[in-house]
């Protein structure tokens, strides 16, 4: 079956530097998602990502971090300048455009910001 | 807005007992999906189940059960005869349909951390 993939599984940084965090979605899909879950604590939406552009972003999702879709197969999520705070699990989700609610998620990509 | 509520945080039993965790949820639309993800100590998002609104049959897979009921906004997940391996914080989840748009973020609940005891 085919599946979400993220790159690297885990990511250790310092703070004040830029990460990229890589997501290979499934190849039909349209939508696409980022999540993030600090340690023992809940999955929560960061953004959505449809046409080339950001359809809606969470109070989360400030200027530090961005989205891309640099060719027809990545989906990346940037961080500017970590702070300690990002430290998480991210996930990546994408959702094909018969079925836009069942979103597909990948392993995700343990960021540790030192 | 979308709610989840998971009111068990934490839950322990014996190996072999069944334990059901509890799901409640808000949603002003009347077409929405329900999901539980099971996140083993790896961390990874297992997706167990999908549901949507229109469905409220149970349903059985193995040693799980889901119970769907939309006039208490609950959808209850059971583990028959639990087993170690079924260890694990435990996600219920709800997105809603919206109209057009295609994007719907979906909510999670704060997860039930179920460890099954040898």
């Known amino acids: 079956e085919p599946e979400v993939t993220q790159t690297p599984s885990h990511q250790v940084t310092q703070m004040g530097q830029e990460v990229i965090l890589r997501c290979v979605p499934i190849s039909n899909h349209l939508y696409f998602y980022w999540y993030r879950q600090i340690l023992g604590q809940k999955v929560e939406f960061l953004v959505s990502f449809y046409n080339n552009e950001i359809s809606e972003k969470s109070e989360i999702f400030d200027d530090q971090f961005s989205v891309e879709r640099p060719d027809g197969s990545n989906f990346t999520l940037k961080i500017r300048s970590t702070k300690l705070e990002d430290s998480a699990m991210y996930f990546c989700?994408?959702?094909?455009?018969?079925?836009?609610?069942?979103?597909?998620f990948g392993a995700g990509t343990r960021l540790s910001v030192l | 807005a979308q709610k989840v509520t998971q009111a068990q945080t934490e839950i322990s039993v014996v190996e072999k007992e069944d334990v059901t965790l509890d799901c409640v949820y808000e949603?002003?639309?009347?077409?929405?999906?329900l999901f539980w993800y099971k996140q083993p100590p790896s961390g990874e998002l297992v997706f167990l189940i999908r549901?949507?609104?229109?469905?409220?049959q149970n349903e059985i897979s193995g040693r799980y059960s889901w119970n769907f009921q939309k006039s208490t906004s609950s959808f209850n997940f059971t583990i028959t005869a639990s087993q170690v391996v079924d260890s694990a914080v435990y996600f219920c989840?709800?997105?809603?349909?919206?109209?057009?748009?295609?994007?719907?973020?979906?909510?999670f609940g704060i997860g039930t951390k179920l460890q099954v005891i040898p």
């Open positions: 989840a709800l997105s809603e349909a919206g109209y057009g748009g295609g994007y719907q973020k979906v909510t």
């Open positions: 949603t002003r639309d009347t077409t929405y999906y």
């Open positions: 989700a994408s959702s094909p455009l018969v079925a836009k609610n069942i979103q597909y």
């Open positions: 549901r949507n609104s229109f469905d409220e």
